[in-house]
């Protein structure tokens, strides 16, 4: 975790003056016509609770992008209600900056990912001392309703790996690696469990074959070790193989590589999966996280606990493995049958 350049504030002084200067580059800000320029409290405010997202808290750039608009959406809101300074802020400005966005049609997940980003802001300011007491800890987040996915079948996953790999129509010998490339990326995510974005990060090293387990570098840097089975390993063996066509220079030490030689793009790991899973007709095209999903719900309907489960997907909290698995009513069946005295 990188700690230098964070700013470093008095907490004895609540009414210091808050940081002008950052040091160090931050996330890129979305796509889009640019907010009207804040007043400079409340933007050095938002300034220090980005630097903060990224440095103290190690949150995914995707992450502190979001989390970064939101406020910025918040503070714009506040504004307008003339706010001109952090203390200014209190639970009717949160309330009805939540109102107006649901009043704009968004939905209740972003709503929700909205007031927890308003709740991280206010409960950031109140730790340096910028406001007195967090009126976002009275911000209630609406109810998201939680919608299961079409889970993969077994049968389907199999169809889906077994299915003829398409060559590329690049030339000779790199579609070949190429198309070894992708029955890796298809191996490794059922096999694993692993977040696109973690697949893309893997390097050489992280492979461990002498134990069949893949060192995966998760969400807020956190580290996992995730067995990998025989077939993923193999697949994995084959593109290593041919990575020596694909591989520049400047490639490095990336597991991965795109047509260029460089790490593997999420969206082109994304554009693979995709192109599988169509090519079989009774699959559902669900992408990525279908894979992800179907690993989970596979390895629960296998016996293995949802503790496990949470390991090997890396999830801070067990209520979120809950959420990407389901039971059968076949297991739930037989798991009534074992565990109930009079079944």
């Not at 790991?269 to 992800?292: E, Q, Y």
Request: with cysteine; net charge positive; aromatic share 4%.
């Amino acid at each position: 975790m990188v700690t230098d350049g964070s700013p470093t504030v008095d907490l004895d002084q609540p009414h210091g003056p808050l940081p002008d200067q950052m040091h160090g580059p931050l996330p890129d800000q979305p796509h889009g016509p640019l907010p009207d320029p804040l007043p400079d409290p409340l933007a050095s405010a938002l300034t220090a609770f980005t630097r903060h997202l990224v440095s103290v808290r190690g949150l995914s750039a995707h992450t502190v992008r979001a989390y970064r608009g939101d406020v910025q959406s918040l503070l714009s809101h506040a504004v307008a209600a003339g706010v001109r300074e952090p203390a200014g802020l209190g639970i009717a400005t949160l309330r009805t900056w939540l109102a107006a966005q649901y009043a704009c049609g968004h939905s209740r997940t972003t709503l929700a990912r909205r007031a927890a980003a308003a709740r991280a802001f206010t409960a950031f300011l109140v730790s340096q001392g910028w406001l007195a007491a967090d009126p976002g800890s009275r911000l209630r987040s609406p109810a998201i309703p939680r919608r299961l996915p079409e889970v993969m079948r077994q049968d389907q996953v199999a169809a889906v790996l077994a299915a003829p790999t398409p060559v590329s129509t690049m030339a000779e010998p790199a579609g070949r690696a190429l198309a070894l490339r992708d029955t890796a990326i298809m191996e490794l995510l059922y096999a694993t469990g692993v977040r696109v974005s973690e697949l893309c990060g893997l390097d050489l090293d992280d492979l461990d074959l002498g134990r069949n387990t893949v060192r995966v570098l998760g969400k807020g840097g956190r580290e996992r070790t995730v067995p990998v089975g025989i077939p993923a390993i193999a697949a994995v063996l084959a593109w290593i193989g041919s990575r020596g066509v694909i591989a520049r220079p400047g490639s490095g030490p990336a597991l991965l590589l795109g047509a260029r030689g460089r790490r593997l793009d999420p969206r082109t790991a994304r554009r693979v999966v995709h192109t599988r899973l169509r090519a079989v007709p009774t699959a559902p095209d669900s992408g990525p996280h279908g894979l992800r999903h179907a690993a989970a719900t596979h390895l629960l309907e296998g016996g293995a606990d949802l503790r496990s489960v949470q390991e090997m997907l890396g999830h801070a909290s067990l209520s979120t493995t809950q959420i990407y698995t389901h039971v059968t009513p076949e297991r739930l069946a037989a798991a009534y049958r074992q565990a109930h005295p009079r079944a």
